[in-house]
T-cell receptor
């Protein structure tokens, strides 16, 4: 079955420390993967998508087909990065599959 | 301003009383979708629509209905709500599914069924 796994419910890091939010997926084809972020009292919004190979707000994510992972990384965390992060998969259909989310807390 | 709107934002109701949550987008998007967000379960897709009069089930469609009579509107209908439908609901729209199109989300509707 197609699935997205985010193993950490909560990740706490200190300001300036590196961040890695894990995302693993199960899908045998070529996936389309996304990271969405939800800041406090704001709507869910797209952070980045794998096809763009972009860096947004200092975050990057690389698709590793061998490990079926799409981990989100940032070298130096900022307090404003504190939010809920969701990894999402579109398996080439009209459906979307989201992970359970990871709450990132950046401590001063 | 390009946006997705939902109404109401908060709703408390009783078991069995039919309700509708409206969703509207002003971006001429073809694809629209409903999700529910529950603690520990993340976002789960309820229904989606590829275009006017074309809808299909997501992963958790039981107890919900939708319709897409106009491109901009995609209401979520609970014919006989039950307490297990207490949740935070999000509507989203995008140009299309896949192809890495961004989904634009509404502000959410917090529903409590007693």
């Amino acid at each position: 079955a197609q699935r997205v796994t985010q193993p950490e419910k909560l990740l706490s890091v200190f300001k300036g420390a590196p961040v890695e939010l894990k995302c693993n997926y199960s899908y045998s084809g070529s996936p389309e993967l996304f990271w969405y972020v939800q800041y406090s009292r704001q709507r869910l919004q797209l952070l980045l998508r794998h096809i763009s190979r972009e860096s947004i707000k200092g975050f990057t994510a690389d698709l590793n087909k061998g490990e079926t992972s799409f981990h989100l990384k940032k070298p130096f965390a900022q307090e404003e990065d504190s939010a809920m992060y969701y990894c999402a998969l579109n398996p080439g259909t009209y459906k979307y599959i989201f992970g359970t989310g990871t709450r990132l807390k950046v401590l001063a | 301003e390009a946006q997705v709107t939902q109404n109401p934002r908060y709703l408390i109701t009783v078991t069995g009383k039919k309700l509708t949550v409206t969703c509207s987008q002003n971006m001429n998007h073809e694809y629209m979708s409903w999700y529910r967000q529950d603690p520990g379960l993340g976002l789960r897709q309820i229904y989606y629509s590829m275009n006017v009069e074309v809808t299909d089930k997501g992963d958790v469609p039981e107890g919900y209905k939708v319709s897409r009579k106009e491109k901009r509107n995609f209401p979520l209908i609970l014919e006989s709500p039950s307490p297990n439908q207490t949740s935070l609901y999000f509507c989203a729209s995008s140009l299309g599914p896949g192809q890495s199109y961004e989904q634009y989300f509404g502000p959410g509707t917090r529903l409590t069924v007693t």
